[in-house]
T-cell receptor, first 113, second 113 residues
Framework: AQSVTQPDIHITVSEGASLELRCNYS??????LFWYVQSPGQGLQLLLK??????LVQGIKGFEAEFKRSQSSFNLRKPSVHWSDAAEYFC???????????FGAGTRLTVKP | DTAVSQTPKYLVTQMGNDKSIKCEQN?????MYWYKQDSKKFLKIMFS???????INETVPNRFSPKSPDKAHLNLHINSLELGDSAVYFC????????????FGSGTRLTVV
């Protein structure tokens, strides 16, 4: 079955520290892959996406993600976290021609001062 | 202009009532979706409509019915509301098979009392 897994439910980092959020996917073929961010009480905002080409993808707000086919992973990174990055982060996959985006369970990011 | 707009933002209603949530997109997308986000933040797709045809219907009770009067609108009707229907409902839209991701509305928080 097509699925996306985020192993970490909650991560806490200090402001200014680096961040990596993990995401693994299980699809028959490489899906479209996405990272979304949801601030409290808000909708979902697209951070970045990958389908093919360069495996290191740059997104908004200083985020990047690296696609690793051998590990079926699409981890999200940021070199230096800001307090405003505290939010819920969702990894998602959409199989080509499926129009059926599946989300991971989300990772809640807390930023310590 | 808001790309995907949902109304109302908040909805409090009693068990057994029938209610509707409206969604409109002005992006010219050909596919629209409804997602349910439960109290644990898990996002589950409920429906999608492409060119006025239902193309995905997960294991959603038939008390829920999507209605699409045109390509820019996908409304969600819920009959005989139950306590377990309390959640945040998100509308989204996309241009199918482009890999550009979905654009989400800001959500409707439904509380059934």
């Amino acid at each position: 079955a097509q699925s996306v897994t985020q192993p970490d439910i909650h991560i806490t980092v200090s402001e200014g520290a680096s961040l990596e959020l993990r995401c693994n996917y299980s699809y028959g073929a490489t899906p479209y892959l996405f990272w979304y961010v949801q601030s409290p009480g808000q909708g979902l905002q697209l951070l970045l996406k990958y389908f093919s080409g360069d495996t290191l993808v740059q997104g908004i707000k200083g985020f990047e993600a690296e696609f690793k086919r051998s590990q079926s992973s699409f981890n999200l990174r940021k070199p230096s976290v800001h307090w405003s990055d505290a939010a819920e982060y969702f990894c998602a996959g959409d199989g080509y021609n499926n129009n059926d985006m599946r989300f991971g369970a989300g990772t809640r990011l807390t930023v310590k001062p | 202009d808001t790309a995907v707009s949902q109304t109302p933002k908040y909805l409090v209603t009693q068990m057994g009532n029938d209610k509707s949530i409206k969604c409109e997109q002005n992006l010219g997308h050909d596919t629209m979706y409804w997602y349910k986000q439960d109290s644990k933040k898990f996002l589950k797709i409920m429906f999608s409509y492409n060119n006025k045809e239902l193309i995905i219907n997960e294991t959603v009770p038939n008390r829920f019915s999507p209605k699409s009067p045109d390509k820019a609108h996908l409304n969600l009707h819920i009959n005989s509301l139950e306590l377990g229907d309390s959640a945040v409902y998100f509308c989204a839209s996309s241009q199918a098979n482009t890999g550009r991701g979905y654009t989400f509305g800001s959500g409707t928080r439904l509380t059934v009392v």
